[in-house]
């Protein structure tokens, strides 16, 4: 176990999974609509894009505090700053690819 208690496999697992919490959302959700282009222009026309990549990024929650509890500081660092990429493309989606509703 603490072969993976490196920053940069906190930084890759905690990029990556919020990616598959994304998939998993589409596929239990809206598997109706085609998947990724599709999904993501219905999420970006109903102003819901923002709110959906904030739930996916708090799935690293979950990482976070498993790392915490195994006592691997390292990849809890790497979980972090993952947080902090995912903080950014909110504010990047919020502020450039949804309209204001005003």
Known sequence: MYKIDSWW????????????IFFLYWL???SQINF???FIIYLKNGYLLSNVIKLCGLSN???FYLSLNKKLDKF???II???????A????VTYYHEPELY
């Open 89 to 92: 493309l909110v504010a990047y």
């Open 76 to 78: 809890s660092k790497g």
């Open 9 to 20: 496999a906190g930084l890759l697992i905690g990029l990556i999974f919020p990616v598959v």
């Open 28 to 30: 239990f959700l809206h």
């Open 36 to 38: 990724p282009v599709r």
């Open 81 to 87: 700053i993952s947080v902090l990429l995912y903080v």
């Open 61 to 63: 929650l979950v990482l």
